[in-house]
């Protein structure tokens, strides 16, 4: 399993997920770039992710939603703020209402997504940052930390097609 850890800081405001992958930074940041690909691991696999736009450059934005097992759908989008192909990804994570208009009641976390070759493959590091311990702790209890791990779980299957 390519899930190596998550790790909170409270005095930070920050969630760091780390992860392994016997493929090469190119390769894995494809997954990235591609919104074929990202869709097939950014939702937890009883919540898959369908991507509506993906305009991947500095100020594009995404549009996705994720179906949960009875058919309901939780909207999402990113606004891209910055780009260091391949290893570098800065973009603001937010919620969308069913139009796929961002959800103001909630505010948007910054993630910054890095990758590195480590270990003859590629070690990727997605840092969230969040507003508030509230925040934090409010994403936590949503499953965040969980869907994550279980999402970047589905990525080795598709490295090895």
């Not at 493959?121 to 840092?127: A, F, H, P, V």
């Not at 934090?136 to 080795?156: H, K, N, P, T």
């Amino acid at each position: 399993m390519p899930f190596l850890s998550s790790v909170k800081n409270l005095d930070d405001l920050t969630m760091t997920i780390t992860a392994q992958f016997d493929a090469d930074v190119n390769r894995v940041w494809q997954l990235w770039e591609d919104p074929r690909q990202l869709e097939r691991w950014w939702g937890p696999p009883t919540w898959p992710a369908t991507f509506v736009t993906h305009d991947f450059s500095v100020g594009g934005r995404s549009s996705y939603y994720m179906t949960g097992p009875e058919g309901d759908k939780a909207g999402g989008w990113w606004q891209i703020t910055a780009i260091d192909a391949p290893t570098s990804l800065r973009f603001d994570d937010g919620f969308a209402d069913a139009d796929g208009e961002p959800d103001t009641s909630i505010a948007p976390t910054h993630a910054v997504l890095t990758l590195e070759a480590k270990d003859g493959g590629t070690r990727m590091s997605i840092l969230t940052q969040f507003d508030s311990v509230e925040q934090l702790e409010q994403m936590v209890a949503m499953g965040m930390e969980e869907g994550m791990s279980l999402a970047i779980g589905q990525i080795d299957g598709i490295l090895a097609e």
